[in-house]
């Protein structure tokens, strides 16, 4: 079965600075695909970045890239220049099954929380 | 182009009412999502529809739960006989058929006394 992990409840970054955020993945399918979403107080999911099993390069949108280590089973979220905005929820997820199958609903992870300090 | 929006925003119920929720999907978005959040968790599928066919319901989807989209358009989630184990965020998502992105609605916020 598919799974998504991650390890950091929480986090604190100082403004300005750079932070990862940190999301394994467990998948018998060679194709799939990885997504991070932000989850404000409000509760909205707002879509960041994605990354395909097959892209040769690691997404990048503005301020956020993700470091994809496919052997690794890793897909980390690189924020960098930390804005006091960014505080918020963070979910790794994970289409489920092959891109055009059934469905193709998300497995998400717990979230990490991340605060950013003036 | 707006976005995905879901109605109400909050709802409190007493237990064993029924409720019902509403999502409006991106308009040209054939593929619709209902996903349950409850508190310190990540989302979990519960139901998806491509256009007015409901293709896949989670064993999460108890007889109590029931999901419509009559026209292909907009998309309703009723529960009957709301239990306190109900209470959660309830988010809507869509997207169309040659994009990846699920784009999430605001949510509904249940909550069962």
């Known amino acids: 079965a598919q799974k998504i992990t991650q390890t950091q409840p929480g986090m604190f970054v100082q403004e300005k600075e750079a932070v990862t955020l940190d999301c394994t993945y467990d998948t018998s399918d060679p194709s799939y695909g990885l997504f991070w979403y932000k989850q404000p107080s409000s509760g909205e999911m707002i879509f960041l970045i994605y990354?395909?099993?097959?892209?040769?390069q690691n997404a990048t949108e503005g301020r956020y890239s993700l470091n994809f280590q496919k052997a690794r089973k890793s897909a980390n979220l690189v924020i960098s220049a930390s804005q006091l905005g960014d505080s918020a929820m963070y979910f790794c997820?994970?289409?489920?099954?092959?891109?055009?199958?059934?469905?193709?609903?998300?497995?998400f992870g717990t979230g990490t929380l991340l605060a950013v300090q003036p | 182009d707006t976005g995905v929006s879901q109605d109400p925003r909050h709802k409190i119920t007493k237990r064993g009412q029924n409720v019902t929720f509403r999502c409006d999907p991106i308009s040209e978005h054939n593929r619709l999502y209902w996903y349950r959040q409850t508190l310190g968790q990540g989302p979990e599928f519960l139901t998806y529809?491509?256009?007015?066919?409901?293709?896949?319901k989670s064993r999460l989807l108890s007889d109590r739960f029931s999901a419509e989209r009559p026209k292909g358009s907009f998309s309703t989630l009723e529960i009957q006989r709301t239990e306190q184990g109900d209470s959660a965020m309830y988010l809507c998502?869509?997207?169309?058929?040659?994009?990846?992105?699920?784009?999430f609605g605001p949510g509904t916020r249940l909550l069962v006394l």
């Open positions: 529809f491509q256009n007015e066919a409901q293709l896949e």
């Open positions: 998502a869509s997207r169309t058929s040659g994009e990846e992105t699920q784009y």
């Open positions: 990354q395909g099993s097959y892209d040769q």
């Open positions: 997820a994970m289409r489920e099954g092959p891109y055009g199958g059934a469905t193709n609903k998300l497995i």
